[in-house]
């Protein structure tokens, strides 16, 4: 299958292909995402196919406004409408439980609930609202490797294997989307992300719980896709806490180096075995998985040192996406 590049002026081809029940690869602040038209079923089995993803992972169901969602949800709590005014369109997902029988159980996995997302992205809007249905919108990677954040990471993984890939750019954040469960009793954060518990917890007026993946009780719900190995490049990957190891470290031609600009400039090895993560936070943020990407294209690389970050709330969706690439791995335990 010969995958098409498309460009917003040729939005009307792209929103035909879906339209045929094709997958088609769409832009969102956050990552990009793999879209098929959420009520065929066919297609969203293609979609986990296409991504080589486990059938037990749900997809997150991609949509225009409230609206447009209100038709699959059971019911939209009041908690759920606070957070829509607050953050919609936007990088928040949210849980609900799902209207039965409103789509296909490839969608949800067989659960009784649906994650909801409202992208914050023209291009998008404009797609789902030709369309006139919600399309689903699982991160437009192969499972297990990084998510995209150009239209080209998703060309190197998906091309062949889907219809067309929207081109919008180079994506806003680099991290995905915030999933908070409202189909429980307290409100938990079930992936970290841009908008944070507190700014959650200060819209609703409550504690919002965030699920740490280390908590043992059972009887919190997780989502699936966390369980898997994820962001994965080939080469295995050590967190450096403290930006002064970078120094310590015995570097090769076989090692690859992911920091701050700052950090870089100190540090004396080949500027191909380095990858600026920007500026600070936000830009590692929006770096991460390009840089992971990088080094996944040197064969030659055999470890991969990555800077980490403590700074309390805003750094939550980094640190879960570097430790879950990394494997736990930090410099201080390891060597
Ligand atoms: O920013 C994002 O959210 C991106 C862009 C493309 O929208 N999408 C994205 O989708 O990251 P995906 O499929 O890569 O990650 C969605 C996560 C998975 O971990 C999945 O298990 C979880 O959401 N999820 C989806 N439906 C769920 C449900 N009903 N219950 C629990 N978890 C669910
Ligand atoms: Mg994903």
Same mark, same amino acid.
């Given at each position: 299958m010969e995958t098409k590049i498309f460009k917003k002026e040729n939005l009307d081809d792209a929103v035909e292909l879906l339209a045929k029940g094709e997958l088609v690869a769409f832009?969102?602040?956050?990552?990009?995402?793999?879209?098929?038209?959420?009520?065929?079923?066919?297609s969203v089995k293609n979609v986990y196919a296409a991504k080589g993803r486990p059938s037990d992972n749900p997809l997150?169901?991609?949509?225009?406004?409230?609206?447009?969602?209100?038709?699959?949800?059971?019911?939209?709590? +009041?908690?759920?409408? $606070?957070?829509?005014?607050?953050?919609?369109p936007g990088p928040l997902t949210i849980l609900l439980y799902v209207k039965p029988g409103a789509l296909p159980d490839a969608v949800t996995g067989g659960l009784p609930t649906v994650a909801f997302r409202c992208p914050d992205d023209q291009l998008t809007h404009d797609l789902i609202g030709r369309l006139g249905y919600p399309i689903v919108g699982p991160s437009a990677n192969t499972s297990t490797k990084p998510s995209p954040t150009t239209a080209m990471h998703v060309y190197h993984d998906l091309k062949g294997k889907i219809a067309g890939i929207i081109d919008g750019g180079a994506t806003r954040v680099g991290l995905e989307s915030t999933i908070i469960d409202l189909s429980v009793e307290q409100p938990i954060v079930l992936r970290p992300g841009e908008i944070t518990p507190e700014q959650l %917890? %200060?819209?609703?007026?409550? $504690?919002?719980?965030?699920?740490?993946?280390?908590? %043992? +009780?059972? +009887?919190?719900p997780k989502a699936p896709g966390m369980k898997y190995r994820h962001y994965a490049p080939s080469a295995p990957v050590v967190i450096v806490d403290n930006p002064e190891d970078f120094k310590k470290i015995n570097y090769s031609e076989k090692t690859g180096v992911m920091a701050l600009e700052t950090v870089l400039e100190q540090l004396s090895i080949p500027t191909e075995n380095k990858f600026s993560l920007g500026q600070d936070l936000t830009a590692a943020d929006h770096n991460l998985f390009g840089g992971l990407r990088y080094f996944d294209e040197m064969p030659e690389i055999e470890q991969i040192f990555v800077q980490g970050f403590d700074e309390g709330e805003t750094s939550l969706a980094y640190m879960n996406r570097l430790s879950k690439a990394a494997a736990g791995h930090h410099y201080r335990n390891n060597n």
């Amino acid at each position: 299958m010969e995958t098409k590049i498309f460009k917003k002026e040729n939005l009307d081809d792209a929103v035909e292909l879906l339209a045929k029940g094709e997958l088609v690869a769409f832009p969102t602040e956050t990552v990009y995402g793999l879209g098929a038209i959420a009520t065929k079923e066919q297609s969203v089995k293609n979609v986990y196919a296409a991504k080589g993803r486990p059938s037990d992972n749900p997809l997150i169901v991609t949509v225009a406004n409230e609206q447009m969602m209100a038709k699959y949800a059971k019911e939209v709590p +009041d908690r759920a409408k $606070k957070l829509i005014k607050a953050f919609w369109p936007g990088p928040l997902t949210i849980l609900l439980y799902v209207k039965p029988g409103a789509l296909p159980d490839a969608v949800t996995g067989g659960l009784p609930t649906v994650a909801f997302r409202c992208p914050d992205d023209q291009l998008t809007h404009d797609l789902i609202g030709r369309l006139g249905y919600p399309i689903v919108g699982p991160s437009a990677n192969t499972s297990t490797k990084p998510s995209p954040t150009t239209a080209m990471h998703v060309y190197h993984d998906l091309k062949g294997k889907i219809a067309g890939i929207i081109d919008g750019g180079a994506t806003r954040v680099g991290l995905e989307s915030t999933i908070i469960d409202l189909s429980v009793e307290q409100p938990i954060v079930l992936r970290p992300g841009e908008i944070t518990p507190e700014q959650l %917890s %200060s819209v609703l007026g409550e $504690k919002v719980l965030i699920n740490t993946g280390k908590v %043992s +009780d059972k +009887d919190i719900p997780k989502a699936p896709g966390m369980k898997y190995r994820h962001y994965a490049p080939s080469a295995p990957v050590v967190i450096v806490d403290n930006p002064e190891d970078f120094k310590k470290i015995n570097y090769s031609e076989k090692t690859g180096v992911m920091a701050l600009e700052t950090v870089l400039e100190q540090l004396s090895i080949p500027t191909e075995n380095k990858f600026s993560l920007g500026q600070d936070l936000t830009a590692a943020d929006h770096n991460l998985f390009g840089g992971l990407r990088y080094f996944d294209e040197m064969p030659e690389i055999e470890q991969i040192f990555v800077q980490g970050f403590d700074e309390g709330e805003t750094s939550l969706a980094y640190m879960n996406r570097l430790s879950k690439a990394a494997a736990g791995h930090h410099y201080r335990n390891n060597n």
